[in-house]
């Protein structure tokens, strides 16, 4: 049956051992969309991502999770980006020794179009003029906020349907937050979906369709994105408003 939701997660609970970072929770994401995951530290937000991608070796998952119609459960991760699904990890993850250009190149990996590869390095080398710049260096010797923008790139590389970031604005000055938050709207913009997990709620809400809010491993609350910015819970809580 044809579907327009792209991600959607049932009864998810992980434990680490003898401790439950996610108590069962519900979230879609339909196609198209740009949802955010806000909560505070610890709420289980990362957990939560890497439950879906599967990248939890070490624990107790159960629920159920589908992409695009499918279940997910079994699925290497280059499985996952053979079917258009792609992870920003928190802590960004690109290859250090490796220079920018390599780094774009390896997130093609899945791809054989050479000439299609081409004209999206020019394509994000024009967006993220600083990449560009700075091709030939190897990726560790970029700035953080530049190393974010290059794994966005590189996730980028790949030709998403679905995208999941881990909180690209961690450790970023307000000038790259907001140059992070630029480059996920315009992303969004032309038609990946994107799941967004953040510490900055205003800033994500802002950019954000729809938001979750997440506490103690459950969802506590869950609406169009301007509606909770709105609400006086949620500006107490999470927009550090008396
Ligand atoms: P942050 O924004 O700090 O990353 P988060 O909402 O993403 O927070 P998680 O990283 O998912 O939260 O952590 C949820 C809970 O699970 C926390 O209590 C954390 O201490 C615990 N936890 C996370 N990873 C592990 C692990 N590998 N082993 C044991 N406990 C873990």
């Known amino acids: 049956p044809v579907t327009d939701v792209m991600l959607k997660v049932e009864g998810l609970k992980v434990a680490y051992g ?3 970072a996610v108590k069962g929770i519900d979230l879609e994401v339909r196609k198209g969309e740009l949802i955010t995951l806000i909560g505070a530290n610890g709420a289980g937000k990362t957990t939560t ?3 879906i991608t599967g990248t939890l070796p070490e624990c107790k998952v159960e629920g ?3 992409y695009a119609g499918q279940p997910i459960r079994g699925k290497t991760s280059f499985d996952l980006v053979r079917q258009q699904l792609a992870m920003v990890p928190e802590g960004r993850g690109v290859f250090t020794r490796m220079t920018i250009h390599e780094n774009l190149l390896m997130g093609a990996y899945t791809r054989d179009d050479k000439a299609g590869i081409a004209d999206d390095v020019d394509k994000w ?3 993220f003029p600083r990449l560009k710049e700075r091709s030939a260096q190897l990726a ?6 530049e190393q974010q923008m290059l794994a966005m790139a590189r996730a980028l590389m790949s030709h998403p349907q679905l995208l999941l970031l881990d909180e ?3 450790g970023l000055s307000p000038i790259m937050v907001e140059r992070i938050f630029e480059v996920v709207r315009t992303v969004a913009a032309q038609g990946v979906t994107i799941l967004l997990v953040e510490q900055n709620a205003r800033l994500a809400l802002q950019a954000a369709h729809r938001g979750y809010v997440m506490e103690s491993g459950l969802i506590t609350m869950t ?3 301007q509606a ?3 609400d006086p819970k949620v500006r107490q809580a999470y927009l550090g408003e008396e």
């Open 125 to 127: 080398y024009g967006i």
């Open 140 to 145: 560790g010797t970029l700035s953080g906020g």
């Open 223 to 225: 609406g169009p994105a």
């Open 168 to 170: 690209p604005s961690m």
């Open 64 to 66: 159920h999770v589908e």
């Open 49 to 51: 991502l890497k439950a």
């Open 228 to 230: 909770m910015l709105d």
């Open 18 to 20: 003898g401790i439950q």
